[in-house]
């Protein structure tokens, strides 16, 4: 959010209403109704006087209601743009003309009571639509006492009072009494998965952000009882089966799978009454009940709908098609985020991805022609040439850090340390304002030093280096001290030495910039092809993303014909026909000019880095060499043949084989019983990951069979159905059509058995409390997906994967198709399992990431790279070969052999460095100067001065 606020291509309108959309694709017209702040953004410095002196309250929206602020306000710290506004509705002077004591105490005299609606027209191309989620009805609220009872909150109310930045930062309480609850009640599928409020499907996110509230109230509350309600636990996504139970194992969570129902108040505490699997009737007292809610279409969807020409689906979210998941029904508007459908944080950012992709490829005869080329100032020689000048900047961050930590007690320690000039506390250190406050400190004090003692580098880090290049100082002098994750998120419980450890990295930061040096920032030019490694659903869509955008894709594919696991796919729970799909996909990619495909293609080798990489790969008939720019890596997955189950082909099978019998259509002699049984080998029996697909696969295919052959009984065995977001709606319709579904628990599998042509299982109903012998004429396993065999891509491009074999992303939200190797994309089954539409939206996305280098022409290299003394290299190439990037090269120089560093593929790891056996090499920022410097004030000042006396009176 910062970073968009900070980019000068992009504009941000805030307070602003799309009244009319014109045109077409590649040429809208836009009406906009711009409202007036009443505060002029140019002036306001954020210095919060406004609403200091403001003296009428309002209720505060933001925080859901929780509390009071003013007319005159900023919604958070960290808004962007980071500007006040006047609140119409409740501002003294714009309604009753009685006060206006803002503008009397606003220094740079920016509020305006004068200001009018704006309209204005702007002329684009493509249109994106974000506008998020709604609320669930109140109706379903209120079946579970809120607005009756003070201590039933909802699960947004709760998000905000265990955020840093909320009401209380950070601190739950009962609002009964405002005392820490100790026993807690977590409901799921409230407003979600629920006929009576009219919306029947699945929300996606609320049990995995029940499990991160409940773990983030643990860590606050250690002593708190937590209890979870579920029906289904449905924590479909990547990691999230891992993290739920890793969770419930740390904090002792207590897991009860029912639908709760009325809620009473007895001697000041809730009553929660429900019936568990056993069919008993309990009730349970809690100090506190959340109400897990779900996602709702937003409330002026209607109103979106018409002004934007698009249909909305039956459930209120704009309607796209399963194949074209980011398209809406008018060409050249794209929807993502929640608005496509309730999700989670990293498929919202993949679809935004996606989005850009789609808009690239629609907007590129244009690409250049408007773009702002952001300008620095050039950096301050003569400030360098000084003496060290440091600034410590100590970030409060809400009681992220100030909770634990004393934050003021480490700036003031922080004065006291050599060559520091400025030491101030900073309530956000990454907000807008603070950003902008920071250049000016650089010049007013005249900083050519800066440690930022906040949280980590690895999030943050480029920011504020971006805002150094700002000033006019070098983005390589600065330091940061992680006194969040390494002081107040380990040592929670002992603010006081936490507080200790924090002064220590701050001295230590401190010694370590009095040797930083200015770095270089190096500009590679990136050959505008891309390198697509494998040829299935996602490689062929990512490939035509690229193309279209009017890049050259190279598309290699092992096998001899592309289609890869979608080839055995026959149809799709939506109706849509994936062969019709796949055929229309290879023609277009095969007819594409600027696509290059090989077949029966393996790749031997990549060497290079971002912007210009080189491939070397094996067809049939012989080698070639490839030169390219980025990789996109899309080698799919494939389904796992569990060895705990007697799969013999004909009585015991896979859901993918039963497809292939199902294309037949045959009414005539179809089996009488099929019994499915979901998780076969997965969840923790053979695999430990749930592939997400299986459940929907199982519905899709006992529907066709309800639909071929009615009287044809189908059990489905499970133990959580994910029917997530509008597939529960599926999940609905095959109860309806007589599919039969009981549950079994994990330490108590289905026994398969094939005996006399038929296959019996034995289950354990949890329902029933007892085990269960059906005898099927069919059994189908829904078994999961698996990570390819063949690391050798991963290998070669140094990619890690995780505990299941499949890549790992940069940053599973943030940057969700990016690798730690810059310029290598993930996409597909090569990512984690998913569904076909999920599979083309990310490819997209990958498309979308990819696309950035190749239309800039150009990357920046980050200086933190290895420096070789040439003078002191004896050529021994040790450093190349545990270089793990490949790196570092042997060239001659003067006829003998040295090392050279390749900057740009170079990551700044230090192995290198590590292994000199004559400390030739130095890591930018990194110098063994500098660290030897951060390792000597590790020791307080007093203690060295007396090491030093102690030395001296040994010499005497």
């Not at 309604?95 to 309209?119: M, R, Y």
């Not at 994106?128 to 109706?139: E, M, N, Q």
């Not at 699960?155 to 609002?175: N, W």
């Amino acid at each position: 959010m910062v970073e968009a606020g900070r980019s000068p291509n992009i504009e941000i309108l805030t307070l602003t209403e799309v009244l009319e959309v014109k045109g077409k694709a590649g040429d809208f017209k836009v009406k906009l109704k711009v409202n007036p702040r009443y505060i002029d953004p140019d002036k306001c410095t954020a210095c919060g006087e406004c609403m200091k002196y403001c003296p009428r309250l309002a209720i505060d929206t933001y925080n859901e209601n929780l509390t009071f602020t003013r007319a005159a306000r900023i919604d958070f710290p960290q808004a962007v743009p980071t500007k006040y506004y006047l609140d119409p509705e409740v501002c003294l002077r714009l309604n009753h003309e009685t006060c206006q004591l803002c503008s009397n105490v606003c220094g740079p005299k920016a509020i305006n009571f004068d200001q009018k609606p704006e309209i204005k027209e702007v002329q684009v191309g493509a249109i994106l639509l974000a506008p998020g989620f709604g609320k669930v009805p109140v109706s379903a609220l209120e079946k579970f006492g809120y607005g009756k009872f003070s201590d039933v909150l909802h699960s947004l109310e709760v998000e905000r009072l265990t955020c840093v930045a909320g009401p209380t930062e950070g601190e739950v309480i009962r609002l009964s009494d405002f005392k820490h609850p100790k026993r807690i009640a977590y409901i799921q599928c409230v407003g979600s998965r629920d006929l009576t409020c009219g919306q029947p499907y699945c929300s996606s996110v609320c049990c995995m952000y029940a499990v991160k509230q409940a773990s983030v109230i643990k860590e606050h509350e250690p002593s708190a009882e937590i209890t979870l309600f579920f029906m289904d636990v449905r924590t479909q996504g990547k990691g999230f089966d891992e993290s739920f139970r890793s969770a419930v194992d740390k904090y002792g969570f207590k897991v009860v799978r029912a639908r709760p129902g009325k809620v009473d108040r007895v001697d000041g505490r809730l009553a929660l009454n429900y019936v568990d699997e056993a069919g008993e009737v309990k009730r349970e007292y809690f100090d506190l009940i959340v109400l897990s809610v779900g996602l709702g279409a937003p409330e002026d969807a209607e109103k979106l709908s018409q002004i934007f020409g698009i249909e909305l689906n039956e459930f209120r979210f704009a309607k796209t098609n399963y194949l074209n998941p980011l398209e809406t029904s008018r060409p050249g508007i794209y929807v993502i985020g929640a608005f496509q459908g309730p999700k989670d944080i990293p498929e919202s950012v993949i679809q935004a991805g996606g989005g850009a992709a789609l808009a690239s490829e629609l907007l590129k005869d244009g690409r250049g022609t408007s773009t702002v080329v952001k300008e620095y100032p050039p950096e301050d020689i003569e400030l360098l040439s000084e003496e060290p000048r440091i600034g410590v900047f100590v970030c409060h961050c809400g009681v992220n850090i100030a909770g634990v930590v004393d934050v003021k007690e480490v700036r003031d320690y922080a004065k006291t340390l050599p060559n520091v000039v400025l030491s101030e506390n900073v309530v956000y250190a990454c907000a807008q304002d603070s950003l902008v406050q920071l250049v000016d400190k650089i010049k007013k004090y005249r900083l050519n030093r800066i440690v930022m003692s906040a949280c980590t580098p690895r999030t943050h880090e480029p920011l504020f280096q971006d805002t150094l290049r700002e000033a006019g100082l070098n983005l390589a002098l600065i330091e940061m001290a992680n006194i969040r994750d390494q002081c107040a998120w380990v040592h929670p419980d002992n603010p006081e030495k936490a507080t200790e450890k924090a002064k220590d990295l701050v001295r230590m930061a401190v010694a370590k910039a009095r040797r930083l040096k200015p770095l270089e920032l190096q500009r590679v030019k990136v050959t505008p092809s891309a390198l697509i490694i494998g040829g299935g659903a996602a490689g062929m869509t990512s490939a035509l993303s690229l193309a279209e955008q009017g890049f050259e894709v190279f598309l290699v594919e092992k096998e001899p014909e592309l289609g890869g696991t979608l080839r055995r796919v026959k149809t799709l729970i939506a109706g849509d026909d994936p062969q019709a799909f796949l055929k229309e996909l290879i023609e277009k990619v095969k007819a594409h000019p600027k696509i290059k495909v090989f077949t029966s293609a393996t790749v031997e080798n990549i060497s290079g880095y971002i912007g210009n990489y080189t491939t070397t790969i094996r067809t049939m008939e012989a080698s070639e060499i490839l030169n390219h720019g980025v990789v996109v890596v899309a080698t799919g997955g494939k389904e796992y043949r569990p060895s705990s189950y007697p799969l013999d082909g004909e009585r015991v099978i896979t859901q993918l084989e039963l497809e292939e019998r199902l294309t037949k259509k045959k009414s005539k002699g179809f089996p009488k019983r099929v019994i499915m049984i979901q998780c076969a080998g997965s969840r923790g029996e053979e695999l430990k990951h749930c592939s997400k697909v299986c459940c929907i696969q199982a519905l899709k295919n006992a529907l066709k069979i309800k639909e071929l052959s009615p009287e044809t009984e189908v059990y489905i065995l499970y133990m959580d159905m994910r029917a997530y977001g509008f597939y529960e709606k599926y999940y609905l319709s095959a109860r309806k059509k007589g599919v039969k579904f009981i549950r079994f628990s994990a330490d108590k599998r289905p026994r398969v058995e094939v005996k006399n042509k038929k296959a019996v299982v034995k289950v354990w109903d949890t329902l029933l409390a007892e085990e269960l012998e059906l005898k099927a004429d069919l059994c189908v396993l829904s078994v999961g997906i698996t990570a390819t065999e063949d690391n050798n891509i991963a290998s070669i491009l140094k990619l890690p994967v995780n505990d299941e074999g499949f890549l790992m992303e940069a940053h599973v939200k943030l940057r969700p198709v990016e690798t730690a190797t810059d310029g290598v994309y993930l996409v597909g089954l090569a990512h984690s399992p998913q569904l076909l539409s999920e599979v083309i939206a990310q490819a997209k996305a990958g498309a979308g990431k990819a696309g950035i280098p190749l239309a800039k022409g150009f990357v920046d290299v980050p200086p933190i790279v290895a420096e070789v003394n040439e003078a002191k290299c004896i050529g021994c190439a040790i450093c190349a070969e545990v270089c793990p990037f490949s790196a570092i090269e042997m060239a001659k120089v003067e006829k003998r052999r040295k090392a050279r560093v390749i900057k740009a593929a170079c990551k700044g790891c230090g192995v290198c460095a590590s292994h000199c056996p004559v400390f030739a090499i130095d890591v930018g920022g990194f110098t063994g100067e500098a660290i030897l410097e951060q390792l000597r004030g590790f020791k307080r000042e007093e203690e060295r001065v007396e090491e030093e006396k102690e030395a001296k009176a040994g010499g005497a």
